[in-house]
């Protein structure tokens, strides 16, 4: 047998390991800490790209002509040291942006968080700011971590309810839908699923002999009135559990004060759901032992992403379902290392290990083993730097990332790019991106090189790599540690691989302190990892919060429409989701054949109601309009979504829902409200 290589599945945040053939194959790794050698169409696909082709194979640089050409890695760092010393000098280390990547390991993204700070700005993010940002901001206010509260070996074992609350993980977190939910459902557990479109995951519990699923079809955006009505039940039922109140949380007279004069019949309404149906579900939770809430993209792509997530924290308060095993607020997090990515400082307003850049002590123990000041303000968010393109930000440095297709309003993002002086592009294939770039910088794939990973549990996974494919490519790792050395030649990007540069990581990481790689062996460990030694925590706050009094914070919430709701010229309300085949921007998923054969196109779900009124046949093609951008969209008529909503993806670049979404933030978090957009319809050619 040919030796194998273990490592960590490139796609979703369950973590899946994998391993990689001498010759460039998958083969299971049977026993995997997470997916015990079970894997998904993605994981199964994921070595398809690695010889892909159209690989970024060697440095490009654009020239007078307005063209790519290939360069020498020599040519190459040097127009970036010095464009990125020009910009400096010109305008200050904030007119640069740097973009992290949640699929390179967690020393690449600590690396490239430390350039910029060296560089003399906070403006660095990463993609959770697309996905999770109101999510880890609400839990790390009112719980203290920005991460799942418990593990899903715990939740599988021990939750006798799940609710999900916009997620499907049937399609995007395969594997843990597949042998972890289904499991706690055949063992007897009850699931409510809480979405506006029925899907893979609502079919995936209709499982023979169990009755236990239970589907609220909501209304784009309602899920804060859904909520109420459940929490109110729960006030209204005595399903308290005063005790756990009293002792670990504050703010429940705030949250009874804000459903005084809450109806419970009107918000159902509100929600499209029958009132009764929300009360049984409020039952089910209130009264289970132990219930889980998992929370998805469904809940933090809002403008009211942030008081979404703080009402599931409300409900898991309120019921004492927070502390133990089978309960908790587990976000499902999208890439692979998206966790991680935060986890090791790449945003603009936290230092490694989750640490406040605005405060002054905390930032004083990090500089003091960097060696150098860090300024002392938060940066710019992603979708930030992309609005001031061409304004205040002058150059960007991106990592691994597409915003020309990940950001909203994406039409507006490309013509904002192209009004920037400098752009470097790192990245392993030709994203729609590197249209804009001035240097190409080409980067090994994830088989090609080891680190570490955090998956959506909190568990850090080591990842292996193979010999790399194409000659002329570099790891993340070795490209920031060469472009950090020449700008600053003072040996704060002198390492010797990524385990030095992990050695590192943990001095200023108190959450990894007690990781190394010896100690990560197979398994991985769940952060928080305080001391060397410790085992690692696989479900959080078993006796308090790690808020700064150590109590749980509940606060009331109240609706907020979307910002932008139907009216006479866009009546219908554009929603949007991915695909279990697909994954985000296409980069690699698109160029993998056994993936793209299954969709190879995009298409919009419109429901037959809708579909009669706008003379819409199955099939047929037809204009999507936002006051933003139109696409042009097969039409797939189902009764999987509501009336009066349509359902379609960000897959495919020339139909990308993010042509059409609203650019608009949540106000703390500053996630875009990629759920819901004002849209309408008609038959390509039409009127
Ligand atoms: Fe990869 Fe996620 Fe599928 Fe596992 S579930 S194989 S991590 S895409």
Same mark, same amino acid.
């Given at each position: 047998?040919?030796?194998?290589?273990?490592?960590?599945?490139?796609?979703?945040?369950?973590?899946?390991?994998?391993?990689?053939?001498?010759?460039?194959?998958?083969?299971?790794?049977?026993?995997?800490?997470?997916?015990?050698?079970?894997?998904?169409?993605?994981?199964?696909?994921?070595?398809?790209?690695?010889?892909?082709?159209?690989?970024?194979?060697?440095?490009?640089?654009?020239?007078?002509?307005?063209?790519?050409?290939?360069?020498?890695?020599?040519?190459?760092?040097?127009?970036?040291?010095?464009?990125?010393?020009?910009?400096?000098?010109?305008?200050?280390?904030?007119?640069?942006?740097?973009?992290?990547?949640? @699929?390179?390991?967690?020393?690449?993204?600590?690396?490239?968080? @430390?350039?910029?700070?060296?560089?003399?700005?906070?403006?660095?993010?990463?993609?959770?700011?697309?996905?999770?940002?109101?999510?880890?901001?609400?839990?790390?206010?009112?719980?203290?971590?920005?991460?799942?509260?418990?593990?899903?070996?715990?939740?599988?074992?021990?939750?006798?309810?799940?609710?999900?609350?916009?997620?499907?993980?049937?399609?995007? +977190?395969?594997?843990?839908?597949?042998?972890?939910?289904?499991?706690?459902?055949? %063992?007897?557990?009850?699931?409510?699923?809480?979405?506006?479109?029925?899907?893979?995951?609502?079919?995936?519990?209709?499982?023979?002999?169990?009755?236990?699923?239970?589907?609220?079809?909501?209304?784009?955006?309602?899920?804060? !009135?859904?909520?109420?009505?459940?929490?109110?039940?729960?006030?209204?039922?005595?399903?308290?559990?005063?005790?756990?109140?009293?002792?670990?949380?504050?703010?429940?007279?705030?949250?009874?004060?804000?459903?005084?004069?809450?109806?419970?019949?009107?918000?159902?309404?509100?929600?499209?759901?029958?009132?009764?149906?929300?009360?049984?579900?409020?039952?089910?939770?209130?009264?289970?032992?132990?219930?889980?809430?998992?929370?998805?993209?469904?809940?933090?792509? +809002?403008?009211?992403?942030?008081?979404?997530?703080?009402?599931?924290?409300?409900?898991?308060?309120?019921?004492?379902?927070?502390?133990?095993?089978?309960?908790?607020?587990?976000?499902?997090?999208?890439?692979?290392?998206?966790?991680?990515?935060?986890?090791?400082?790449?945003?603009?307003?936290?230092?490694?290990?989750?640490?406040?850049?605005?405060?002054?002590?905390?930032?004083?123990?990090?500089?003091?083993?960097?060696?150098?000041?860090?300024?002392?303000?938060?940066?710019?968010?992603?979708?930030?730097?992309?609005?001031?393109?061409?304004?205040?930000? +002058?150059?960007?440095?991106?990592?691994?990332?597409?915003?020309?297709?990940?950001?909203?309003?994406?039409?507006?993002?490309?013509?904002?790019?192209?009004?920037?002086?400098?752009?470097?592009?790192?990245?392993?294939?030709?994203?729609?991106?590197?249209?804009?770039?001035?240097?190409?910088?080409?980067?090994?794939?994830?088989?090609?090189?080891?680190?570490?990973?955090?998956?959506?549990?909190?568990?850090?996974?080591?990842?292996?790599?193979?010999? @790399?494919?194409?000659?002329?490519?570099?790891?993340?790792?070795?490209?920031?540690?060469?472009?950090?050395?020449?700008?600053?030649?003072?040996?704060?990007?002198?390492?010797?691989? !990524?385990?030095?540069?992990?050695?590192?990581?943990?001095?200023?990481?108190?959450?990894?302190?007690?990781?190394?790689?010896?100690?990560?062996?197979?398994?991985?460990?769940?952060?928080?990892?305080?001391?060397?030694?410790?085992?690692?925590?696989?479900?959080?706050?078993?006796?308090?919060?790690?808020?700064?009094?150590?109590?749980?914070?509940?606060?009331?919430?109240?609706?907020?429409?979307?910002?932008?709701?139907?009216?006479?010229?866009?009546?219908?309300?554009?929603?949007?989701?991915?695909?279990?085949?697909?994954?985000?921007?296409?980069?690699?998923?698109?160029?993998?054949?056994?993936?793209?054969?299954?969709?190879?196109?995009?298409?919009?779900?419109? +429901?037959?109601?809708?579909?009669?009124?706008?003379?819409?046949?199955?099939?047929?093609?037809?204009?999507?309009?936002?006051?933003?951008?139109?696409?042009?969209?097969?039409?797939?008529?189902?009764? %999987?979504? @509501?009336?009066?909503?349509?359902?379609?993806?960000?897959?495919?670049?020339?139909?990308?829902?993010?042509?059409?979404?609203?650019?608009?933030?949540?106000?703390?978090?500053?996630?875009?409200?990629?759920?819901?957009?004002?849209?309408?319809?008609?038959?390509?050619?039409?009127?």
């Amino acid at each position: 047998m040919s030796e194998q290589t273990k490592t960590i599945c490139p796609y979703c945040g369950v973590g899946c390991g994998i391993a990689v053939t001498e010759d460039m194959r998958f083969a299971p790794w049977g026993d995997a800490p997470v997916n015990n050698g079970r894997i998904c169409i993605k994981g199964g696909a994921a070595m398809e790209v690695v010889e892909h082709e159209d690989r970024l194979k060697t440095p490009q640089i654009r020239g007078e002509d307005g063209e790519l050409h290939e360069a020498t890695w020599d040519e190459a760092y040097d127009r970036v040291v010095s464009e990125m010393e020009r910009i400096r000098d010109e305008h200050g280390p904030d007119a640069v942006g740097f973009f992290g990547c949640s @699929k390179s390991m967690n020393e690449e993204n600590y690396l490239l968080q @430390k350039l910029a700070r060296r560089y003399g700005t906070n403006n660095v993010d990463n993609c959770t700011r697309m996905c999770h940002a109101s999510t880890v901001y609400a839990l790390r206010r009112s719980l203290g971590a920005g991460a799942m509260t418990n593990s899903m070996q715990d939740l599988m074992e021990s939750a006798d309810v799940l609710w999900i609350q916009g997620a499907n993980p049937a399609e995007q +977190h395969p594997i843990a839908n597949s042998v972890y939910f289904r499991q706690a459902v055949l %063992d007897g557990a009850t699931v409510i699923q809480v979405d506006p479109h029925a899907n893979k995951t609502t079919r995936s519990f209709d499982i023979e002999g169990t009755e236990r699923h239970q589907h609220l079809q909501v209304e784009p955006g309602t899920d804060i !009135p859904l909520l109420n009505v459940v929490i109110k039940t729960v006030l209204e039922n005595d399903w308290v559990d005063e005790e756990f109140v009293a002792e670990r949380t504050d703010g429940i007279e705030d949250l009874a004060e804000t459903l005084e004069d809450f109806d419970k019949e009107a918000a159902a309404e509100t929600c499209g759901v029958p009132l009764e149906d929300i009360e049984r579900a409020a039952e089910a939770y209130a009264t289970a032992e132990n219930a889980a809430i998992f929370t998805g993209m469904g809940m933090s792509q +809002h403008t009211c992403g942030v008081d979404n997530v703080q009402n599931e924290i409300n409900l898991a308060l309120i019921t004492g379902n927070l502390g133990r095993p089978g309960t908790g607020v587990n976000p499902l997090r999208g890439q692979n290392n998206v966790q991680g990515t935060c986890d090791v400082g790449a945003m603009p307003n936290t230092l490694p290990g989750y640490q406040n850049v605005e405060d002054d002590e905390l930032r004083a123990a990090v500089e003091e083993v960097w060696g150098f000041e860090v300024p002392p303000e938060a940066g710019l968010t992603n979708v930030e730097i992309s609005r001031a393109a061409g304004d205040t930000i +002058h150059g960007l440095y991106v990592m691994g990332e597409n915003p020309i297709m990940s950001e909203p309003d994406a039409n507006r993002v490309a013509e904002r790019l192209a009004d920037l002086e400098f752009v470097v592009v790192q990245d392993i294939f030709p994203t729609d991106t590197v249209a804009y770039a001035d240097v190409v910088l080409p980067a090994t794939s994830w088989a090609e090189r080891g680190g570490t990973v955090a998956n959506t549990d909190r568990r850090v996974q080591l990842m292996r790599g193979i010999d @790399k494919v194409y000659e002329d490519t570099k790891d993340d790792l070795e490209i920031l540690a060469e472009i950090g050395t020449r700008l600053f030649g003072d040996g704060t990007f002198d390492f010797d691989g !990524p385990e030095a540069v992990f050695e590192e990581l943990r001095q200023v990481c108190p959450i990894y302190y007690g990781m190394t790689y010896e100690l990560l062996g197979t398994e991985g460990l769940h952060w928080p990892c305080l001391e060397l030694g410790d085992e690692g925590d696989p479900y959080l706050y078993e006796s308090a919060f790690t808020t700064p009094d150590g109590l749980g914070h509940i606060e009331g919430v109240r609706h907020q429409p979307p910002k932008e709701v139907p009216d006479e010229e866009y009546p219908l309300i554009l929603t949007t989701a991915r695909l279990i085949e697909h994954y985000n921007t296409g980069t690699m998923s698109r160029r993998s054949p056994t993936l793209n054969r299954q969709h190879p196109e995009n298409f919009v779900d419109v +429901h037959p109601k809708d579909a009669e009124r706008y003379d819409i046949a199955d099939g047929e093609t037809v204009t999507l309009r936002s006051r933003r951008g139109e696409i042009e969209v097969q039409v797939q008529v189902t009764d %999987d979504i @509501k009336e009066g909503t349509v359902w379609t993806t960000p897959h495919f670049a020339a139909s990308s829902a993010n042509r059409l979404t609203n650019d608009v933030l949540d106000e703390r978090a500053k996630i875009p409200e990629y759920k819901a957009a004002a849209v309408a319809i008609e038959p390509s050619g039409g009127e």
